[in-house]
């Protein structure tokens, strides 16, 4: 995730070594009511970034909106489900073809000039790789946890991606409600209930939503010291 929210800063992202730590440290803003503190912390960092508030701002609108419709595409079996197996399909393919219309969008707005983004169609598709990728990964952990009760392994890596991504994309646009509290639980339990019984899906959604704040606040620690460790053998030189 963090590779494609930098894939749309792609004539500074690779030259700073702080971008790490800037995205994981936004991350924790969504434990706060309002998806808003993800913007604020990342906006407030863009000194330590050399970029304009603005144009920070602007990226994560942009890698934002292309994570969404990713996870919409990698939730095609659970949307299928609920939607049926056509419309499901139509549905999700047509929201990876919507990254497409990112840079235009974009472009008639007049938003990447006010904001000063320079990214184009091919940063677009190298966004859109990473974000597959990371969707696909982060559900590997709850088809290992599906195994763990008994589901057949290639059903849980069919499932658990799709799973993941329809309630944690789903979940992110609540944006009153911090992480997606109760959206996200409430698409996981009545999705994963089809396979386990519902005191397991309970079990799975406790241990799911821990690894994902243990694991956001490990990430914005370590990239934390690593930076703090650089600054200092910077002045050492």
């Not at 309002?34 to 407030?44: L, N, T």
């Not at 049926?84 to 990254?99: E, M, N, Q, R, Y």
């Not at 406790?206 to 606040?217: A, G, I, K, M, P």
Request: aromatic fraction near 10%.
């Amino acid at each position: 995730s963090m590779m494609s929210w930098k894939s749309v800063f792609p004539r500074t992202a690779a030259l700073n070594r702080e971008w790490s730590h800037c995205f994981y440290m936004g991350q924790l803003g969504k434990y706060a009511p309002g998806a808003v503190w993800i913007v604020i912390i990342q906006a407030r960092m863009a000194k330590d970034l050399k970029v304009k508030y603005k144009t920070l701002v602007g990226g994560f609108l942009a890698a934002f909106v292309i994570s969404i419709l990713c996870a919409l595409f990698v939730a095609m079996p659970i949307v299928g489900y609920y939607l049926g197996h056509i419309s499901g399909t139509v549905f999700s393919v047509s929201a990876l073809l919507g990254c497409s219309a990112v840079v235009p969008l974009f472009r008639r707005s007049r938003m990447m000039t006010k904001m000063e983004l320079d990214f184009c169609q091919v940063d677009v598709l190298r966004s859109v790789l990473w974000s597959l990728t990371g969707w696909c990964l982060a559900g590997f952990h709850l088809s290992m946890l599906l195994t763990s009760f008994g589901v057949s392994l290639a059903c849980s890596l069919l499932w658990g991606p799709s799973i993941l991504a329809a309630a944690v994309s789903l979940g992110s646009l609540m944006v009153i409600t911090p992480g997606g509290l109760g959206v996200r639980e409430l698409i996981m339990l009545s999705s994963l209930v089809m396979f386990v019984s519902s005191s397991s899906a309970a079990s799975i959604l406790v241990v799911s939503r821990l690894s994902y704040l243990l694991t956001d606040f490990l990430l914005a620690g370590l990239t934390s010291s690593k930076i703090v460790r650089f600054r200092k053998d910077s002045k050492n030189v």
